[in-house]
């Protein structure tokens, strides 16, 4: 059976104060009031029914996540109890569907992103179902078209297309978020696309890379499927590491049982990560204010103003090109091209305040 | 018998959103947590008990008033159901207290400044209600000595020294806030004084005055102590004018019965007006930040930052040179340099949001 397991992990401070420990990116209402689990959510109903979709998140947001999807059944959420990067995320899941069903077919998807069309996000994911269906042995990761030299995303190199299996390439290298000048050579060179972290496999063949790979992992997560109730005891052990670095790597230079394939994923693709890249899918005023919620802006410009505390406003006066953040217990100001210091600003408020306004 | 009625009228919305239609500067606590209108009241019982303590207000902020001025019965609050300027507000208050005392003696008092050291400000008030009881004929005004060619403030220009009366002047002029050049000139001859607006006078002689030069005005006032359930009715017909325009200027050019004095008025006289002269009065840290309630600013300097919402947070990153206000429904960004413009804030919030957040 077809699988859906949306990875939903993470907190991130790059949208503080809108996002907060309990409340991390993926479960802000940004679009239209829908969040980007919610979006990755009805996304995945095209593939599989709500019974066979999971979210892995934050055991602190699971609650949360239950609230945004009342289709999903409460036990199709795994509640990580501290991050332990995405392999673990995927090697859970893979043993926890394994247990049930042992011919079970996994796709990974994020909810870190707006993707369109949405209806060609589902046809490469059908045909890498397909894919994987008929090589059961291949692990699929998806590969974005880049439209931009961003620096922002890892990057896959696209090698040769394997014989026999139209549309997949094999990898050459799974390269880190790059500096400006080799994310043009990337960009320019037509052989690279964005690591979308999205992967489609069996269960088996994953958990088989994990025995030879990683054995303590493989034990881990099996012992995890058995007894869940053990997890507080097993999950903090779980060695700390990614699916690329950990399986992805070996598994293409050959250190495994696998064969890895990359299928290109012809969509926008957007990171809704900062407040600049949330600016550009706000509605703007003639004056380039992007805004959202109750807000008067007068005599300014360039101004990303978001407004999250219902029945109150924020009122601008001369000012431009800042941010300005209102929530039910904090303002937050800054300008648009300091954003990257946020994580630095949270955790000096963190030092002075402990948790209260983390 | 020696009373002293506090003018405390007006709104003003150069400290919005701190100040609001329902809650005027005078009554923010803006002062180590008293209001200006708690400091004058707690200045004025050093000449009086609260018995013989009156406060002239907006009707609408009566309520307010009481609760901060718990000391004060109830009746000694005189609620203006419009405000009809400061003539107004002293012609009721002498028809008031005259009506029960014949020999009412009166100093009116302003809740618009800081002022120190207040053992002057009682040494002079003290000295004008003797001056005032030796020549009952006498209306006294008192003149700060100014500090600044402050283009804020209306100026006395001091005439002759009264001969028999030490220390008190003849107004040669009652001036207009002047261009900043006057003032310079105002401040380099000696010769003026800043109009504190403070005055203190025997009722009889007020009303006097009143009913030789505005005897509508006159019989209104009576009638309203008489019948005060007619304030509806008789207060919003009252002639709107000041009392240095329709009562000091023509008595000290001899149309009237009795005899203007200035007094000076050797104090530290601040305006708590708006956020830069507010900015002065709080604390600052080493980047200049003038802050009031939780605030964390990082990389910030020079700002105005007043967090009068509890509970809640300012954070602030790399930004200068700002205003940042949050209240418990409004947050305000403007630069330091546009404040003046604040009242057309309020008047676009306005016109989208009625009264609102006015």
Do not use: C
């Not at 199709?76 to 332990?84: D, K, W």
């Not at 090589?135 to 990761?141: D, F, K, M, S």
């Not at 896959?156 to 094999?170: F, T």
Request: glycine share 8%.
């Amino acid at each position: 059976m077809r699988y859906v397991v949306i990875l939903a992990g993470g907190s991130g401070t790059r949208l503080w104060p809108l996002s907060r420990k309990g409340m991390p990116k993926q479960l802000l209402p940004l679009i239209n009031g829908k969040s980007l689990l919610r979006l990755a959510f009805e996304r995945s109903l095209a593939l599989a029914p709500a019974q066979r979709i999971l979210i892995v998140t934050g055991a602190a947001h699971a609650a949360e996540v239950a609230v945004q999807l009342p289709e999903l059944p409460a036990s199709n959420i795994l509640g990580e109890p501290t991050g332990r990067d995405s392999l673990n995320a995927v090697a859970w899941a893979a043993a926890v569907l394994h247990a049930t069903d042992p011919d079970a077919v996994i796709a990974h998807v994020t909810a870190d992103h707006l993707i369109e069309p949405v209806e060609t996000l589902t046809a490469v994911i059908e045909t890498a179902f397909d894919l994987v269906e008929a090589e059961p042995r291949a692990l699929v990761t998806l590969g974005v078209v880049p439209t931009s030299a961003h620096t922002g995303y890892g990057y896959l190199h696209r090698g040769a297309e394997i014989p026999g299996v139209p549309g997949a390439h094999q990898v050459v290298e799974f390269a880190e978020k790059p500096a400006a000048e080799v994310a043009e050579q990337y960009l320019a060179s037509g052989e690279y696309w964005w690591n979308a972290g999205m992967f489609i496999w069996r269960a088996d063949t994953l958990l088989e890379q994990l025995r030879l790979l990683l054995p303590d992992t493989y034990a881990s997560v099996l012992a995890l499927a058995a007894e869940p109730h053990r997890i507080s005891e097993i999950f903090p052990r779980l060695f700390k590491t990614s699916v690329d670095y950990a399986v992805m790597e070996p598994v293409s230079a050959g250190r495994g049982s696998a064969t890895v394939l990359a299928v290109a994923l012809p969509v926008s693709w957007r990171d809704v990560g900062g407040f600049s890249s949330l600016a550009e899918i706000l509605p703007a005023d003639e004056a380039g204010n992007a805004t959202s919620g109750t807000v008067t802006a007068r005599e300014s410009s360039g101004n990303v103003v978001l407004n999250a505390a219902d029945g109150s406003l924020i009122a601008l006066l001369g000012v431009d090109d800042l941010v300005v953040v209102r929530t039910a217990d904090i303002t937050m100001v800054t300008r648009r091209d300091r954003t990257e210091q946020i994580k630095d600003l949270v955790a000096a408020v963190t030092a002075t305040f402990g948790d209260r306004f983390a």
